[in-house]
């Protein structure tokens, strides 16, 4: 339900603005599936003997945790409970999908970047749903922008995976 606020972002604009919880269940649901990146990442790197990976995969580990950071903030700016702080099951289980899949391959580089680009294609898709939402315009300036990263990764790891697989 959308409503009508008089009141003034911190931002300075008049906003439309959906319902509080809504907004702060899209978020959460980005918090969450950010989480899974920064663990899958992670676990990633851990698993890659290439220092290209390694440092590529570090590097995008930290950037969800600043994007984790980020919503997060904007969770609680909103004021309506604590924002998400764990990552999802489904994503537990993706990381020990890459797990057994570098195991059973003797950390065959190509097989996580495929994993890591399965990842990647669930966090576009997520991210992708919260822009087809009704979000404040300050909340969606952010939620864009990270797409836009987040999106740039995903191509960087499957254009990676596709040079390696030839």
């Known amino acids: 339900m959308l409503i009508r606020t008089g009141a003034v972002c911190p931002r300075g604009a008049n906003v439309w603005r959906m319902n509080v919880s809504d907004t702060i269940s899209t978020l959460d649901s980005l918090i969450e599936t950010l989480k899974d990146g920064q663990e899958g990442f992670r676990t990633a790197a851990e698993d890659v003997k290439d220092p290209e990976l390694k440092t590529l995969f570090n ?30 099951i489904a994503g537990a289980i993706h990381r020990g999908w890459i797990n057994l899949k570098s195991a059973l391959a003797g950390g065959d580089e190509n097989a996580i970047l495929s ?13 992708q749903s919260a822009l087809e939402k009704e979000l404040p315009a300050d909340v969606r300036e ?13 191509d960087q790891v499957r254009d990676l995976r596709d040079s390696r697989g030839k």
Do not use: M, N
Request: overall charge negative.
């Open 59 to 88: 590097r995008f580990s930290l950037q969800r945790s600043q994007f984790v950071g980020e919503l997060q903030q904007e969770v609680t700016r909103l004021g309506e409970g604590e924002p998400e702080k764990t990552s999802s």
């Open 142 to 154: 952010i939620v864009e922008r990270q797409y836009v990263a987040v999106k740039a990764a995903h």
């Open 115 to 127: 994993e890591c680009e399965r990842g990647e294609d669930s966090a576009v898709s997520e991210f």
